[in-house]
């Protein structure tokens, strides 16, 4: 049976910084993206067990915990991806027209993410997804990795805003956060997501 494996980051520990500290990255990425890979990979070998022995009793909590995992495993994997020590500014091309189409324009598309992402209860993301059934581009809050989501959407850029991704650095203040996010932020990657998804 195939596994889940942690990915390498496309850049060094260091290299988001000031935005983002070495030493968060590093735990970020080494210690609790690893945990819901290897979470992910448990209650698949749970699950295959409980197939095997024909005792379905814990399905409920079993499939809860996969989703929780294997939904942490994505959204970081993309994380990883939306972000770039070169990124910033704003997209151009289809993406941008699409953004304007369905937000007004960039800033609006802009603030709508900060809010989502800032104002998650508890820990969560905040994300612009696609959403097929409609053709539009949406911003969706994601509660801890896997509530209050479309069930079709895809998430193109997402926004960390567990504890995890900043406390260290930022506290508890969680806006100022978000606001260097986007400092960050791969258009090249999130385009490519978007023509992918628009595509389907």
């Keep these: 049976m195939s596994t889940y494996t942690l990915p390498d980051l496309p850049y060094d520990y260091g290299a988001l910084e000031p935005a983002i500290t070495g030493e968060i990255l590093e735990l970020h990425h080494a210690k609790h993206h690893a945990a819901y890979v290897k979470g992910a990979n448990d209650t698949l070998e749970r699950l295959a067990e409980a197939r095997g022995e024909r005792e379905f009793g814990g399905l409920v909590g079993l499939e809860k915990t996969y989703a929780f995992h294997l939904s942490g495993h994505v959204l970081h994997s993309i994380f990883w991806e939306n972000l770039s020590p070169d990124g910033g500014d704003r997209p151009d091309g289809p993406l941008a027209d699409a953004l304007t189409e369905h937000f007004g324009s960039f800033a609006a598309f802009q603030k709508q993410?900060?809010?989502?992402?800032?104002?998650?209860?508890?820990s969560g993301w905040g994300v612009l997804a696609w959403e097929p059934l409609g053709r539009r581009l949406i911003v969706e809050q994601v509660y801890d990795?896997?509530?209050?989501?479309?069930?079709?959407?895809?998430?193109?850029?997402?926004?960390?805003?567990?504890?995890?991704?900043?406390?260290?650095?930022?506290?508890?203040?969680?806006?100022?956060?978000?606001?260097?996010?986007?400092?960050?932020?791969?258009?090249?990657?999130?385009?490519?997501?978007?023509?992918?998804?628009?595509?389907?």
């Design 113 to 122: 993410l900060t809010a989502a992402t800032s104002q998650v209860q508890g």
């Design 145 to 200: 990795h896997h509530g209050n989501v479309g069930a079709n959407t895809t998430p193109l850029l997402v926004f960390d805003a567990w504890e995890h991704a900043y406390y260290l650095q930022y506290r508890n203040v969680r806006p100022d956060y978000v606001e260097r996010l986007w400092s960050l932020v791969n258009w090249t990657d999130v385009a490519r997501r978007y023509t992918t998804a628009a595509a389907s």
